[in-house]
């Protein structure tokens, strides 16, 4: 079936540092991958995606290769700021199973000054 | 521009109690879902929907259902509501296979 692994959280930085929030995935068929942020209260954003392997998504300082070698997704960024503080969801869509989205347990981040 | 929005933003629900959760979404969208988030486990899907007339259920669909009259709406509703329904509700679209989904603002439920 299809599944998604992310690294637990919370995850706490200091303004500048990098960042690394590593995703696997399991799949039957050819998926896409994404990355969503989660601000408080607010619903999900698409922050990237790879539709397919070897491709880099990258969006606000943010990247992410899909390696189909390794089954991963890692998102990362050089430089993080105070305002990249949110929740940080890895998901795939397979479209062998239609528009359904698996989702990762999310990882928060806190970044401080 | 809308996107896809959702209401009520907030509801507090007696157990027992039955309710609809509405989504409309105005891209034209065939797709639509809804996922329920709990802490530590992610977005779960519920029902989904290909288009109008047609819907499925996803991976946690007891106590709930769905209808889909119109391309633009896509309604859940609570049949009897239970403290284990207490969540966050999402309403999401997509235009296609395998391109992103977008979401409402959600709903916080709360069943006493």
């Known amino acids: 079936g299809n599944s998604v692994t992310q690294m637990e959280g919370p995850v706490t930085l200091s303004e500048e540092a990098f960042l690394t929030i590593n995703c696997t995935y399991t799949?039957?068929?050819?998926?896409?991958l994404f990355w969503y942020v989660q601000y408080p209260g607010e619903g999900l954003q698409l922050l990237l995606k790879?539709?397919?392997?070897?491709d880099k998504g990258s969006n606000k300082g943010f990247e992410a290769t899909y390696r189909k070698e390794t089954t991963s997704f890692h998102l990362e960024k050089g430089s993080v700021q105070v305002s990249d503080s949110a929740v940080y969801f890895c998901?795939?869509?397979?479209?062998?199973?239609?528009?359904?989205?698996?989702f990762g347990t999310g990882t928060s981040l806190t970044v401080i000054p | 521009n809308a996107g896809v929005t959702q209401t009520p933003k907030f509801q507090v629900l007696k157990t027992g109690q039955s309710m609809t959760l509405q989504c409309a979404q105005d891209?034209?969208?065939?797709?639509m879902s809804w996922y329920r988030q709990d802490p530590g486990m992610g977005l779960r899907l519920i029902h989904y929907?290909?288009?109008?007339?047609?819907?499925d259920q996803g991976e946690v669909p007891n106590g709930y259902n769905v209808s889909r009259s119109t391309t633009e709406d896509f309604p859940l509703r609570l049949l009897s509501a239970a403290p284990s329904q207490t969540s966050v509700y999402f309403c999401?679209?997509?235009?296609?296979?395998?391109?992103?989904?977008?979401f409402g603002q959600g709903t916080r439920l709360t069943v006493v």
């Open positions: 999401a679209s997509t235009l296609a296979r395998n391109t992103e989904a977008f």
């Open positions: 799949a039957t068929g050819y998926p896409s």
């Open positions: 790879a539709t397919k392997a070897d």
């Open positions: 998901a795939l869509s397979d479209r062998n199973t239609g528009n359904q989205f698996y």
């Open positions: 891209m034209n969208h065939e797709y």
């Open positions: 929907s290909v288009g109008a007339g047609i819907t």
